[in-house]
């Protein structure tokens, strides 16, 4: 059974995966995909691996379908193919149906000064 109707706002950080944050801190990883309709409340945010963060700037939040991904958008989630991102995406949320909404939340790191 497929997650419906979720909604949420990401305030002060989001979180991701230890490779990932390393993925961005590179510049590989310059966006990041989630299930449902999200919202970002501020201009800059935290990526966080629960231990380390980096400091983003968000460039752009966009919804549009998990069958709609492109290759262009698992590029910018650091994979090769719309396959790789799509496996990768069903390892977090499984019953994910072809047809529900997923948030691309874009990125560019802020350096340090």
Known sequence: MAIVNREFTYRRRIKVSRGDLAAAEKGRKTCTIRLGVA??????IDLT????????????VSTERFRDLSEEHARCEGFTTVEELRTDL???????DP????TIIR???????
């Open 39 to 44: 919202h970002v409340d501020e201009p800059t």
């Open 107 to 113: 990125f560019k790191r802020l350096i340090d000064k």
């Open 49 to 60: 691996d629960g231990a380390n963060s980096l400091r983003v700037e968000i460039k752009s």
């Open 99 to 102: 047809d529900q909404p997923v």
């Open 90 to 96: 069903r390892t977090y949320y499984p019953q994910i």
